[in-house]
């Protein structure tokens, strides 16, 4: 864990080798980041909803807009992109930003890596609010970033029990790999919480400007579940019934190496 403006490049890389994750505090300024929260509280407000594709369960994907630059310019100053480069002189650090909007009364999502295990890139997690065990903390699964996993394995081996929540104030950075196991956890406060991303080396990163995407304008978009009929229906039974999703991922993981390099 890092609380200085220097990172310690020694100390980085063996955190992302051994636990897949690092926290570094104070990254960007908290009055920023609440100008930002309520300005996107307020893009929420006036947005166009859709049914399903994430409202159901609580967790929407953003596109955080022009306005979110900032956060690039304040990991930039701290030098945690230029750790990236140097940690990574070989791999494209193309960005993509994006952001979890985790709505009240939303569920636990089911443990997953981001994107394919061996298309391996860098995620930055920048707290937007004071981020606790009420209003849904990422839950960790330090490690697992080690060796790939298929479901059933990851399910007989119990690797669950790592179970790792990281509280953040508004500000603190995380960054971590893609492939280790995480995920989102309820939010059981009134308001919104979101939770900026940026992400270094990801395959599907715009060419050009990532902040200049859909014209600079925020955009609420589905998150895992689609908006159809049959994807309500699977988000709907995804929450009232989690545990059988978790059935239909250990029986499908039987057969086939899904998420090593294809899905």
């Not at 650090?93 to 997953?112: C, D, I, K, M, W």
């Not at 995920?183 to 270094?200: H, I, K, Q, V, Y």
């Not at 999703?245 to 057969?255: A, E, N, P």
């Amino acid at each position: 864990m890092s609380d200085g403006s220097t990172i310690d490049l020694l100390e980085l890389r063996k955190a992302l080798d051994t636990d897949g994750y690092m926290v570094m505090r104070g990254v960007v300024p908290a009055p920023l980041a609440a100008e930002f929260a309520e300005f996107l509280l307020a893009e929420y407000e006036r947005a166009e909803k859709f049914t399903g594709g994430g409202t159901y369960s609580g967790h929407l994907n953003c596109f955080p807009g022009e306005r979110s630059r900032f956060f690039y310019d304040a990991i930039e100053q701290y030098g945690i992109v230029d750790a990236i480069d140097e940690l990574r002189p070989n791999v494209s650090t193309e960005v993509r930003a994006t952001l979890n909007f985790n709505l009240p009364g939303s569920v636990a999502q089911h443990y997953h890596m981001d994107g394919l295990y061996l298309e391996d890139f860098l995620v930055c997690n920048i707290a937007v609010v004071d981020t606790d065990l009420v209003n849904g903390a990422i839950d960790m699964l330090p490690g697992t970033q080690q060796q790939f996993y298929k479901f059933w394995q990851y399910a007989l081996q119990r690797k669950y029990r790592l179970t790792t929540r990281l509280p953040m104030k508004a500000g603190d950075v995380l960054l971590r790999r893609s492939t280790v196991w995480h995920r989102g956890m309820p939010n059981r406060s009134a308001t919104p919480r979101p939770m900026m991303s940026l992400t270094f080396g990801e395959k599907s990163a715009p060419v050009g400007d990532p902040f200049l995407v859909n014209d600079g304008k925020v955009e609420f978009t589905p998150n895992w579940f689609n908006t159809s009929r049959l994807g309500r229906l699977r988000e709907r039974t995804f929450v009232s019934v989690p545990f059988s999703y978790s059935t239909y991922r250990f029986v499908t993981s039987l057969r086939g190496n899904k998420g090593y390099a294809s899905f």
